[in-house]
């Protein structure tokens, strides 16, 4: 999950070193490319996480993560449309954004509980 996510902040800081180049106006589908790419990291870091929790936590909590996480990320929807009104103060500025969300979720995906080997818990502490 970390290697998809830093993939993922790769092709976004990408972006913003094309951006600060100039030469996204030179290469227009470089852009779409690393948007793709970097569309890719995210989206399979998503079904990493979505796969280590179903394998991790008992059903009871499983259930009331999944359907956490689902609310976060529909709410996540709504609200990144919004980034658009930052793209008309820099273009450059929604990736920016992005980029240190994927960075900080880096960061503390490395924290995570690993369970190689042990029992399930059926407890949530």
């Not at 600060?20 to 779409?32: D, W």
């Not at 079904?47 to 996480?69: A, D, H, K, N, Y």
């Amino acid at each position: 999950m970390i290697i998809y996510m830093l993939f993922a902040d790769i092709c976004l800081a990408a972006i913003l070193v094309t951006n600060f180049s100039g030469h996204m106006s030179t290469y227009p589908a470089m852009l779409t490319v690393f948007a793709l790419l970097g569309r890719f990291g995210a989206l399979s870091a998503w079904s990493t996480l979505i796969c280590m929790t179903l394998e991790s936590f008992p059903t009871t909590l499983r259930s009331r993560c999944l359907g956490f996480v689902s609310f976060a990320g529909y709410l996540g929807g709504i609200v990144a449309p919004q980034s658009l009104v930052l793209g008309s103060v820099s273009p450059s500025l929604p990736y920016i954004l992005y980029c240190i969300l994927m960075i900080t979720s880096s960061i503390f995906a490395m924290f995570l509980y690993e369970m190689a080997g042990e029992p399930l818990k059926d407890t949530v502490t």
